[in-house]
């Protein structure tokens, strides 16, 4: 049995400046049953210092851990083991939690916590409480699907902030590609949502902003630096589940990673084993040439 109910995991790399506010927000929360687990991925600006000094403090439970600077991926393969919380709530740097967010979680959480159908609960980040980000919400409160539907093929999707269960989590681990450095979390939310239901609730728990040089700014030069990892996100798309238009464009994107990563168009296709593959193969060929030109040229 756990000693806590949550564990909120920040992966955090050269964010000492940033850490602060998610602290503050942590030391404010409502409810105090759960741990912050810190996987420092490889920081040279004291990220260490700046976490020993909050553990001194006692104001929360904190585990710490670093390791050698390899993506933000690896660093949530890293924290599986050390995960104590029934639930785990991805939480990064950058960002903050509303004060009574683990409350709410916890008492939205019970109404489903034996449905072994459930892996977990699905919020919405915004720009503040009242502001979801990109606008958008999910058609009816405390809905019942997969993301498969709602984070995939819906048109209009909203900013998610997922809460999983850590048995579930826990059962996948990104692939680790040697000097590459990003592989999408849609990576995992995908094969969850294969095989299991999530719940979705309209409401602002999680607060962010996009910040230069953060994971969702990068921008596409990071992608194609990491191809292997682009590839194998792209394959988690090849799944009649998926809308066809998705699936399109998957296999556009892992033909153009493949050509990044340097293999001919016909090993491509025979690993992507799905007919999508072909079908656009071509396309996907023009992308990379597409890319090569307008991120590489320079």
């Not at 490889?42 to 909050?54: C, F, N, R, V």
């Not at 030069?221 to 590839?231: A, D, N, S, Y």
């Not at 809308?243 to 050509?259: E, F, H, Q, T």
């Amino acid at each position: 049995m756990s000693s806590v109910r949550v564990t909120v995991l920040t992966p955090a790399f050269n964010r000492a400046d940033q850490l602060p506010k998610l602290y503050d927000s942590l030391t404010r929360q409502t409810c105090g049953d759960f741990e912050w687990l810190v996987v420092d991925d490889g920081s040279t600006d004291g990220t260490g210092e700046l976490i020993g000094g909050y553990v001194a403090e006692g104001k929360l439970s904190i585990s710490y851990f670093q390791k050698p600077n390899g993506g933000k991926h690896t660093a949530l393969n890293y924290a599986h083991p050390y995960i104590q919380g029934e639930l785990v709530w991805i939480v990064d740097s950058d960002d903050q939690l509303v004060d009574e967010a683990i409350e709410t979680l916890l008492s939205d959480w019970e109404e489903y916590r034996h449905d072994p159908e459930i892996a977990g609960i699905v919020y919405l980040r915004g720009s503040d409480r009242e502001h979801p980000l990109r606008g958008f919400t999910y058609p009816g409160d405390r809905l019942v699907s997969t993301s498969i539907r709602e984070q995939v093929n819906r048109r209009h999707i909203p900013d998610a902030s997922q809460v999983i269960r850590t048995d579930i989590f826990t059962q996948f681990s990104f692939p680790e590609f040697e000097n590459e450095r990003f592989l999408g979390e849609s990576y995992i939310w995908n094969q969850i949502g294969y095989r299991y239901k999530t719940v979705y609730i309209n409401k602002v728990l999680y607060i962010c902003r996009y910040l230069p040089g953060g994971l969702t700014r990068s921008g596409r030069r990071l992608r194609i630096r990491c191809p292997k990892g682009g590839m194998a996100n792209s394959k988690t798309y090849f799944d009649p589940r998926v809308s066809p238009k998705i699936r399109a464009k998957n296999a556009m994107l892992y033909v153009a990673y493949g050509k990044f990563d340097g293999m001919p168009l016909y090993r491509i296709i025979a690993s992507g084993r799905d007919p999508y593959v072909t079908l656009f193969a071509l396309p996907g060929e023009a992308l990379y040439l597409y890319w090569k030109k307008k991120y590489l040229s320079e």
